[in-house]
């Protein structure tokens, strides 16, 4: 099936909020860059599958998140999605799964790229990337290379006089916006690579003025994102004065059954405990409703279709 791509307005880089503590990072590249891995040495845990193989472990998308500097740094791992094999349909259905992940926006995009032989297949994957993501995303992107232990304590810059002119040119084109990944790496080490890659990641963001990658599409997205979670709030809402109606009426048929004045006191005083604790966790639920509303199937299922993607290609990432 050729590809269709939808012509987007112009829009402004997102304007990450004054109390936004997310740093949110998505890795993009062709199965076996070492995506997974890669992820986890981000985040310093085994929160995503990985293991040497021609393919892909990953089927759909999933977010894991650490801590950096008082920041919850949000990684977000895909599938190849860009390999030259993957149907469309699933591509803008996973694509879509990440911009959910990922809305109101990332603030990086780590396009992962094994060191060693540069074969066309990647070169291609590569390039479908930077074509589907469009040139404002660019802005964005940083260059991760794993396989560092490859190297054997070979300086990276020495590794570029004989690396593929493919490897050389992408380089210059983002600038030397590069992090090299030993994802064997533990300890000193490992903390130093992702150290030295969120600060990249920082410096970014700085330069855009805090701005995240946003388009047309995210914005649609995250409005839909919004208008859900003011229903389960509403609902939230509803379920507690249920909750506070209920007990307020069984206790108080309790409390017209006993004679003794201490042990209707005693029920008083557990009634109004109930209704701390009730209030307590349907607050709680409110708050937390932007968790619970990307946790559940239905809200993919949603943006697809107010987004109409149906089985087009869509450059979801396009200007």
């Known amino acids: 099936m050729a590809a269709k ?3 987007e307005p ?10 936004d503590s997310q740093l949110r990072l998505v890795l993009v590249g062709k199965t076996g860059a070492g995506k997974s891995a890669t992820g986890n040495s981000i985040l310093r845990e085994e929160v995503f599958p990985s293991s040497f193989s021609a393919v892909s472990i990953t089927k759909h998308c999933k977010k894991g998140s650490s801590t950096w500097k008082g920041r919850e740094v949000v990684v977000v791992d895909t599938p190849g999605l860009f390999d030259t094999e ?8 996973e694509i879509t799964h990440c911009m959910v992940l990922t809305s109101p926006g990332p603030h990086a995009l780590l396009l992962v790229i094994p060191l060693g032989r540069y074969t066309p297949e990647g070169q291609k994957a590569t390039e479908k990337i930077l074509m589907m993501f469009g040139e404002r995303a660019r802005k964005h992107i940083i260059l991760l290379f794993t396989r560092k232990d490859d190297l054997e304590g070979m300086d990276f810059r020495d590794y570029l006089k004989h690396a593929p002119t493919a490897i050389r040119e992408l380089i210059r084109e983002f600038r030397d916006r590069y992090c090299v990944f030993n994802n064997k790496a533990t300890g000193a080490e490992q903390e ?7 600060a990249l990641v920082q410096d970014v963001v700085d330069k855009y003025n805090g701005r995240y990658y946003m388009n047309s599409l995210y914005q649609k997205t995250e409005e839909e994102i919004q208008k859900q979670i003011q229903v389960l709030q509403e609902s939230y809402r509803e379920e507690l004065e249920r909750a506070i109606a209920q007990i307020k009426q069984d206790s108080e048929e309790e409390i017209r059954k006993l004679k003794d ?15 701390a604790e009730t209030e307590a966790y349907w607050v709680s639920r409110q708050q937390t409703a932007r968790d619970d509303v990307l946790s559940q199937d239905k809200i993919l299922e949603i943006i697809l279709k107010l987004l109409e993607f149906a089985s087009t290609v869509v450059s979801l990432f396009k200007d």
Not at 10 to 19: D, E, I
Not at 192 to 198: A, G, I, K, V
Not at 261 to 275: D, T
């Open 192 to 198: 130093n690579q992702r150290e030295q890659l969120l």
């Open 10 to 19: 112009r829009t402004s880089h997102g304007l990450a909020n004054p109390g």
């Open 5 to 7: 791509y939808l012509s």
């Open 86 to 93: 993957v149907s469309d349909a699933e591509t803008v259905k």
């Open 261 to 275: 004045k201490l042990e209707q006191q005693k029920w008083k005083v557990k009634m109004e405990r109930q209704l």
